[in-house]
């Protein structure tokens, strides 16, 4: 027992980061703990990231991470219901909390001499939440009414949600983060107390604190509230159900007549950014650039958009941010009297000659300098900083790794873009959906 | 000469949090006023640039005229067509975005300090010299008409457009500045450059810039961007009395949860009970988890996701709103929760207690909010919008603070009007049914 009241070794690795200030420990217990310098305001964010999120749920309960984010507001042994949000409001704060399918995390935006407060409370509902079947009762209401609101209610909500259940056959990326209507109406108390005590600890969490802080002041706060909670020796080791070679390409058609406007969606299984193996992640970042990142300049945008009025939109997108496959996706919304067949097939012909051209050498300039530039425009956001590590550290990435990525970016060449492409543009694992409002207008 | 008229140095202070910002007062040979802070901590600049009117200037029959112009700013200008333009633009890292509102044209530039000068003149360009080519318009508009088919079926925006043609008529309040599919097919490019010609005007023109720049700097080239733009505008429209009674308006879509957009008259941004006002909205429905509605309609009944009133104190109108989305089930006992906390509001007021809560979070939250250059940029070009001098940001605090119980529930007594709330409802709401 005397281990874990002992005095922290703890590591410290300072970075010679190339902007921003980021100090890092390691606390005895497992704990990381990330410090981001910003002192131009007298401001704190606080942040606890724990590596679970709704690809870690047991099978039969999926929503279960997130409505346990709901539930860790209220009581605890010491806070009442409701008393955390409202002893950070009384301090001129505002706080709350985000799941995704990697990570949990609970934030606040405060003043920064009330650091301590927040590491107090938040250590705190580590271990000691006091959740009444009561509680369980009205917060599973207050999150159906979310999936109302975000999901049932959204027609364009739930096609995605049909086409990515289709792209994923056996990891829980292909579940919704916040649950199956049937599954989260089912939802009790024993099975957020169950994810709660398995996963909420220590050696499972990273405390992410960026604002006008000391290193050395937070490393002390963090020691004497964090540093005390016992690791959970029962941790499971991290390892989900792997998608296994897909081999047929998939299509939908979502019908809803609330669609106002038919649009269709491909989406590719792609690799994500791994620790130490970032490279064709930052390609596909580019891919997405050249192929439809900006309307006026991508290769989609000028064919569909500018010489043709094939669509009224077009886009492409890569989420590489993943502890397991990341995706990449087009979406096309056609012009009026274009068919979505007629859709499609344009955007193939696009993705198709962009394989067989050279990339011209003034997008690759364009595309360096934006992202260069984005790296600049970051430092003023601290917040998105605190969350570009506290997301990246969830999803096995390092330090070193984050910090590693704007140079890697930078490095990227024509032939890594289209090795990349080659390799995700397999219509064996994509999926395509067409979102319309009837069966006529699926033609 | 360059005139710089006041420089405001001061530290935001709250019980807590110390903000030091320095707000530079600048005036150029030509005349355009502009608040500067210098930040040089990192090497890019964030302006913002406000045009008062906007869409309430849209001329009879061309409803949607300014929101389809404020989209071609970017869609070529000067020698540049669409493509070159933002090739340009892109090639420097620069974003521009110009959004028009109902009574604001709102500008936001984003700049690194390396190619600053390049990024100023495409802005300049973009604002002064803008093409309006047939070939753009003919590609946005298809777009500007997908947006107003996609209301047509969104909840949200069926309950709003209800909401504000009750409420307000023919008045350009009264209907969404998209346009009509009817009036925004009308368009033509003449309608683009009479509309250029009565928003961007110098005389309803607001300057906030931040960023790796000084104020000496910033005025002198002011007059070079937006100098060149017409001295005045046409008359804005009259002020227009809020036009709804109470009752509710159900209109049937057929969805799983019902949305409600309800509300009643305001007050104004200038009135002497506005922070009365402002701390008593904070309790009733505007302070999140902490809000009486958020607890007795989300927390005890779990009854919605989310709910929140809001004052809005717009240049011709003022009101105060509402919103909820509740399962069409259970969207009637969240009507009656809202109006009965409402009567309890305005009956009893606010406790001691609350009153105290209340003021330390908005003055403790209020320095939070300059944590950005283009944050403190939107807050100082908002501030000089509504005729705020640059001693507000010192004296706000002061203003809640000076909010006594007797004041707040006066305030409470005399504005909130439970008969007098509205409802716009849109799902399927089982036990409501539309009133008169």
């Known amino acids: 027992m005397t281990r874990l009241f002992a005095a922290f070794a703890a590591i410290v690795t300072a970075f010679a980061a190339h902007a921003e200030e980021v100090t890092t420990y390691t606390l005895d217990n497992g704990m990381e703990v990330v410090v981001i310098e910003d002192h131009r305001a007298p401001v704190v964010v606080h942040m606890v990231w724990y590596k679970v999120g709704s690809a870690d749920e047991p099978v039969g309960a999926s929503g279960v991470a997130h409505f346990l984010e709901h539930l860790l507001f209220k009581g605890t042994d010491v806070l009442a219901p409701g008393e955390f949000s409202a002893t950070v409001a009384a301090n001129g704060g505002s706080d709350n909390a985000f799941t995704s399918y990697d990570y949990t995390a609970y934030f606040q935006r405060i003043a920064a001499d009330r650091l301590e407060l927040m590491m107090q409370m938040e250590s705190n509902r580590m271990n000691n939440l006091r959740i009444t079947p009561e509680d369980v009762e009205t917060e599973r209401q207050v999150i159906l009414e979310e999936r109302n609101q975000r999901t049932e209610n959204n027609p364009n909500a739930l096609a995605r949600e049909q ?22 109406e089912q939802l ?40 005390v909670i016992p690791a959970e020796e029962h941790l499971p080791v991290r390892e989900r159900p792997q998608e296994p070679p897909q081999r047929a390409e998939r299509r939908i058609t979502y019908v809803d007549a609330r669609v106002s406007q038919p649009f269709l969606i491909r989406s590719y299984l792609a690799p994500e ?3 130490g193996a970032q490279s064709e992640a930052a390609a596909l970042v580019y891919l997405a650039e050249l192929l439809g990142g900006s309307p006026f300049t991508s290769a989609l945008g000028q064919a569909l958009q500018f010489d043709s009025q094939t669509a009224i939109y077009t886009n492409a997108s890569y989420d590489g941010s993943r502890l397991d496959d990341g995706t990449f996706s087009f979406a096309v919304v056609p012009a009026e009297g274009v068919t979505l067949s007629e859709a499609e097939a344009a955007m193939d012909e696009v993705i198709n000659a962009f394989m067989e051209a050279e990339i011209d050498p003034a997008r690759m300039d364009s595309i360096r300098t934006q992202l260069r530039a984005s790296e600049i425009y970051a430092l003023d956001n601290v ?21 590693a990525w704007p140079d890697i970016l930078q490095a990227v060449t024509e032939e890594d873009i ?26 | 000469m360059l005139r710089i008229l006041i420089t405001v140095c001061f530290a935001l202070v709250t019980t807590t949090a110390q903000a030091e910002i320095d707000i530079k007062q600048v005036t150029s040979p030509g005349g355009i006023n502009a608040w500067v802070v210098e930040e040089p901590a990192i090497p890019f600049i964030a302006l913002e640039i406000r045009f008062r009117g906007s869409s309430s200037l849209d001329l009879p029959g061309k409803r949607g005229a300014t929101n389809l112009m404020a989209a071609l700013l970017e869609e070529g200008s000067g020698d540049m067509n669409a493509q070159e333009f933002q090739t340009a633009l892109e090639a420097l890292a620069a974003s521009f975005s110009f959004r028009a509102l109902d009574d604001t044209l709102s500008i936001s530039a984003r700049f690194l300090t390396e190619n600053k000068a390049e990024a100023l003149a495409l802005l300049r360009q973009a604002l002064i010299e803008p093409r309006f080519d047939q070939d753009a318009l003919d590609r946005v508009r298809p777009q500007v008409l997908s947006g107003i088919a996609s209301d047509a079926k969104d909840p949200n925006s069926i309950a709003s457009a209800a909401f504000d043609a009750a409420a307000f008529g023919d008045h350009p309040y009264g209907s969404a500045i998209d346009g009509t599919v009817e009036s925004v097919s009308a368009l033509t490019q003449q309608d683009m450059f009479d509309a250029h010609r009565n928003a961007l005007t110098r005389d309803r023109l607001f300057v906030s810039v931040v960023g790796d720049t000084t104020a000496d700097a910033v005025g002198a080239i002011l007059d070079d961007l937006l100098g060149d733009l017409p001295a005045e505008g046409p008359v804005l429209p009259d002020d227009v009395a809020f036009g709804l009674e109470g009752g509710v308006t159900v209109i049937e879509y057929d969805t799983p949860q019902a949305v409600a957009l309800f509300g009643q008259a305001g007050l104004k941004r200038d009135d002497e009970d506005f922070f009365a006002a402002f701390v008593m909205n904070h309790v009733l429905g505007a302070g999140g988890f902490e809000s009486r509605l958020m607890t007795e309609v989300r927390e005890k009944r779990g009854l919605t996701y989310g709910i ?3 004052l809005v104190p717009k240049f011709h109108a003022e009101m105060l709103l509402g919103s909820v989305a509740s399962s069409n089930a259970t969207i009637a006992e969240a009507i009656e929760v809202i109006r009965g906390e409402w009567a309890r509001m305005a009956n009893e007021g606010l406790s001691a207690e609350e009153l105290e809560v209340a003021k330390t979070y908005l003055t403790g939250e209020y320095p939070l909010r300059f944590d950005g250059n283009a944050e403190i940029a939107k807050i100082m070009v908002g501030m000089q919008m509504v005729g705020l001098p640059p001693e507000y940001v010192v004296d706000r605090n002061d203003f ?19 008969e007098a709330l509205h409802f716009v409802v849109v799902g399927k709401p089982e036990g409501l049914e539309s009133t008169q």
Not at chain 1, 421 to 429: L, P, S
Not at chain 2, 402 to 415: I, K, M, S
């Open chain 1, 383 to 403: 917040d998105g900083l605190a969350r570009r590590y506290g997301a990246a550290l969830t999803q096995s990435l390092t330090i070193a790794d984050v910090q």
């Open chain 1, 418 to 443: 289209k090795a990349v492409a080659a390799k995700v543009f397999n219509r064996d694992q994509a999926v395509t959906g067409w979102v319309v409002s009837s069966q006529e207008e699926a033609r």
């Open chain 1, 188 to 227: 009790d108390l024993q099975d957020a107390l169950d994810f709660y005590d398995l996963y909420y600890s220590p050696n499972n969490a990273i405390l992410v604190v960026a604002g006008d802080v000391e290193p050395e002041e937070v490393l002390a706060l963090a020691r004497q509230y964090y540093g």
């Open chain 1, 273 to 275: 950014r791994d620790p």
């Open chain 2, 400 to 418: 809640v603070n000076a909010v006594t119980l007797e004041d707040v529930n006066r305030v409470a007594a005399e504005l909130l009007q439970p």
């Open chain 1, 163 to 184: 086409f990515n259940a289709a792209l994923f056959q056996n990891h829980r990326y292909g579940v919704p983060i916040i649950g199956w209507k049937h599954e989260m």
């Open chain 2, 308 to 310: 929140g009133t809001y």
